[in-house]
């Protein structure tokens, strides 16, 4: 179990990663964001995006379960209050591999709750060329490693 403390400045976690699927693409997006770049393979060839791409909402959702698997499911983790700055900066395509990193930015110890912590992490999602496809700085809330 990591905590709060296992956690410092710089430290680079590497998160796993998946292969996206135009099936999945479609999936996601005619239940949650129906836009016709996301749905309709050959309709989406006649937009400004010239194929079919996943939802920014979709690539969250990878980057999430990336998160979850390779960091959080061992973690004191207390929740999240939040995340800033979420940037959709390329497109993600139908057999794109997406790896995922987060970075510790900031860690305080919390100053009226003795028993936990917040970090601040730069979380990446990169493509199988190494280019950023996705970013967003996060907060987490974590436990503090208990006293014996």
Do not use: C
Request: glycine letters at 8%.
């Amino acid at each position: 179990m990591r905590y709060f403390e296992d956690f410092t400045p710089g430290q680079a976690i590497e998160l796993g990663r998946r292969t996206v699927t135009k099936e999945s693409i479609i999936a996601f997006a005619k239940e949650f964001d129906p836009q016709v770049f996301h749905t309709d393979e050959e309709a989406a060839k006649r937009t400004v995006y010239g194929g079919l791409l996943a939802s920014g909402w979709h690539t969250g959702s990878i980057m999430m379960r990336l998160l979850y698997e390779g960091l959080l499911k061992d973690t004191a983790s207390m929740g999240s209050p939040g995340v800033d700055e979420l940037r959709w900066l390329r497109p993600v395509r139908p057999g794109d591999t997406l790896s995922a990193r987060t970075t510790v930015l900031e860690s305080l110890p919390s100053r009226s709750k003795p028993d936990r912590g917040m970090i601040r992490h730069l979380i990446e999602v990169t493509n199988q060329d190494g280019q950023v496809v996705m970013s967003l700085k996060g907060v987490n809330i974590l436990a503090r490693r208990p006293t014996a």
